[in-house]
């Protein structure tokens, strides 16, 4: 059973401090976030259902530091045993009343907990569907800022894009779940080696690159960029992955990806006040995962885009990626804070990668991360059909 990564818990003074804040200045935050969020959303014509959650994640995101996010949250592993349990409890339950669908069946013989620890001994994969008897697979990075375990939200977004549509297709898919050590106990480029590590572990129990996607969300698409640079430029600090001759990985995924630690696109001052994520917030997150710095700088420098490949020539540092890649699918909100960066991150491949097909999306209702909300909704909203159909294009 993989270990519910929880190290550094907060000590009593601190835990009296956070609710102390979460009683008197934490409640005019969360009230501010609600006018900002809402009421730009409004002002700008968008449906504002999401816009409540946009300001919820926003409050949490800005006034609460990593360890206190952490406090408050069930780890990864245990949201995810927690899911499971729920899910096949809810199946089980329409099948014993008569209200059954085929979904329903399908969740009962395939939806069972599966984890495995791989070699660091930290990290994890959480088995969404049946591996053993999978054709087509799907490795997963959930987003969070590297600070946030994963929501159930990322748990349905699974189960209703790649779960469903293999069952649709009369297949199974099955979905690793990357449980990584989240900042700030570990920094760059410690996901990074995790990630890599869980890639070489699916294709060590055989799974064939050209059954494969990989991706997430966020953090979680700044991790899939981070492994399409390692494919390329093998980082010296994680696995080298090794593809069978002639072979290449279906397809990566990038929902709302964090792609560049600058804070001053434009897309960042259009939407500071409408989205989850501000210049603020995203110059917290930037520190707590890379830390002073000087590791990033330096590579940076040197014109290499492991950590951050929109802030160098990313069009250069992705030349190639063809060799080792079918396609590549950035979905992007125009109304979130990362709109430019996730643009120059697809149209870099693009630009010198004919061999990739690349899909550039760009919703004008969505702020960041819809498909994570609309899965905390249960819902087969827009965003999760959209992921649908693509996954469907990739493996039928």
């Not at 072979?247 to 964090?258: D, L, Q, Y």
């Not at 004919?354 to 819809?370: R, S």
């Not at 819902?379 to 039928?396: K, L, S």
Request: proline share 4%; charged share 20%.
């Amino acid at each position: 059973m993989a270990r519910a990564l929880r190290k550094n818990p907060l000590r009593l003074w601190e835990r009296l401090y956070l609710l102390a804040h979460l009683l008197t200045i934490d409640v005019a935050h969360l009230a501010l976030n609600l006018v900002l969020c809402v009421g730009h959303a409004a002002l700008r014509g968008i449906p504002i259902r999401h816009y409540f959650r946009v300001a919820y994640n926003r409050f949490l995101l800005g006034c609460l530091s990593p360890r206190e996010i952490q406090h408050l949250s069930p780890s990864t592993a245990t949201i995810y045993r927690n899911w499971i349990a729920s899910t096949r409890s809810a199946a089980q339950a329409r099948f014993d009343a008569g209200h059954a669908t085929p979904d329903d069946q399908y969740i009962l013989d395939y939806l069972h907990p599966n984890e495995e620890v791989l070699s660091d001994g930290e990290s994890s994969i959480l088995w969404v569907g049946d591996r053993r008897r999978a054709s087509k697979f799907v490795l997963f990075f959930h987003g969070g800022g590297y600070s946030a375990p994963m929501q159930i939200g990322h748990l349905e977004w699974c189960l209703r894009s790649y779960i469903q549509a293999g069952r649709r297709q009369g297949q199974y898919v099955a979905v690793a779940v990357l449980q990584y050590t989240l900042a700030p106990e570990a920094r760059y480029p410690v996901q990074l080696t995790q990630a890599a590590d869980a890639l070489a572990y699916l294709l060590k129990l055989g799974v064939r690159p050209r059954d494969l996607v990989i991706g997430g969300d966020s953090a979680g698409g700044n991790l899939a960029a981070q492994i399409m640079s390692h494919l390329l430029h093998p980082h010296p600090d994680a696995k080298e992955i090794e593809l069978p001759t002639g072979e290449r990985i279906a397809g990566v995924f990038a929902v709302s990806p964090w792609v560049s630690a600058r804070t001053n696109d434009r897309s960042m001052s259009d939407n500071a006040l409408i989205d989850m994520l501000s210049p603020v917030i995203m110059e917290k997150a930037n520190h707590e995962l890379l830390g002073n710095h000087d590791k990033y700088n330096a590579e940076k420098k040197r014109g290499q885009g492991w950590a951050m490949p929109a802030d160098v020539n990313t069009a250069a540092w992705y030349k190639g990626l063809g060799n080792f890649l079918e396609r590549v699918y950035v979905t992007v909100g125009t109304q979130e804070v990362f709109r430019d960066q996730s643009i120059v991150l697809a149209e870099g491949i693009r630009r010198t990668n004919p061999d990739i097909e690349v899909v550039l999306e760009e919703m004008y209702d969505e702020a960041h991360d819809f498909i994570l909300l609309e899965g905390g909704r249960k819902e087969d909203g827009d965003a999760t059909r959209r992921m649908r159909r693509w996954v469907e294009g990739v493996f039928w």
